[in-house]
């Protein structure tokens, strides 16, 4: 089984809508746990260009905002899923969600 991890980047506010939408499309999700991410607290710069609509800062003008990275494994057949399961509570006109193949977890071990 394939499985990979994503790095979500959003505003503090919204972490509870983001885990119950990860743990609704069954992210997060090894062996007999569900639920199963990481949350760490970073600093993000951006500048938004002509014709967006920020939902935080000013177009033109570079931001730097405290966000959390939120860190989850899912398998790799639920991706889509759980892509509109981020868009639909994610504040962000631009979400920022790295999807990075893992080369193993510990389910392909037998543990789980």
């Known amino acids: 089984m394939k499985y990979l991890k994503l790095e979500i980047y959003i505003p503090e506010p919204h972490f509870a809508d983001l885990q119950k939408a990860l743990r609704d499309a069954d992210a997060g999700h090894i062996g007999n746990y569900d639920s199963c991410l990481s949350v760490s607290r970073v600093t ?3 500048r938004p260009l002509e014709g967006t609509d920020p939902y935080i800062g000013e ?28 868009r639909t509570v994610h504040p962000y006109e631009e979400p920022v969600v790295n999807v990075i193949p893992l080369f193993a977890a510990m389910t392909d071990y037998g543990t789980s």
């Open 44 to 46: 993000s710069t951006w």
């Open 59 to 86: 177009t033109g003008e570079v931001s730097t905002e405290e966000e959390l990275k939120v860190e989850v494994t899912i398998r790799a057949e639920q991706l889509g899923d759980v892509m509109k399961a981020i």
